[in-house]
């Protein structure tokens, strides 16, 4: 089991990946990193937020469509949803071209 700080330095690594690509999208965000917490407020008002979820070491993802949970695999090395193992990354794409309206590739 991976410790605290081993968690804490993925899910922060995740969410500085997100940050730099939101600096290339071409619609208008605003988004914010504090606390473990990304949150992405789209042109249409609409958020995506990322939460660290430290004491069952997960990472979650809330779109408008709903709330997903992520816990990380070491062999994939990315987050995994345990319920279907869809990653982080094809869920945020999709959640982001949804409600950003913008279709952009994440390294996470």
């Known amino acids: 089991?991976?410790?605290?700080?081993?968690?804490?330095?993925?899910?922060?690594?995740?969410?500085?990946?997100?940050?730099?690509?939101l600096d290339d999208?071409?619609?208008d965000l605003d988004y914010l990193i504090s606390g473990g917490v990304?949150?992405?407020?789209?042109?249409n008002k609409s958020q995506i937020i990322f939460t660290r979820q430290t004491?069952?070491?997960?990472?979650?993802?809330?779109t408008k469509t709903g709330?997903?949970?992520?816990?990380?695999?070491a062999?994939?090395?990315?987050?995994?949803?345990d319920?279907?193992?869809?990653t982080i990354r094809s869920v945020f794409e999709a959640a982001?071209?949804?409600?950003?309206g913008e279709s952009l590739s994440f390294d996470i």
């Not at 089991?1 to 690509?21: G, N, P, Q, R």
């Not at 990304?38 to 042109?43: D, Y």
């Not at 982001?96 to 950003?100: C, G, P, T, V």
């Open 67 to 73: 709330g997903f949970h992520f816990d990380y695999d």
């Open 38 to 43: 990304l949150t992405i407020k789209c042109e």
């Open 1 to 21: 089991m991976m410790t605290e700080s081993e968690f804490y330095a993925l899910v922060d690594e995740t969410l500085i990946s997100v940050e730099e690509k």
């Open 96 to 100: 982001f071209l949804d409600q950003a």
């Open 75 to 81: 062999e994939l090395k990315t987050w995994v949803r």
């Open 83 to 86: 319920s279907d193992k869809a």
């Open 25 to 27: 999208a071409e619609t």
């Open 55 to 62: 004491p069952v070491r997960q990472l979650w993802l809330a």
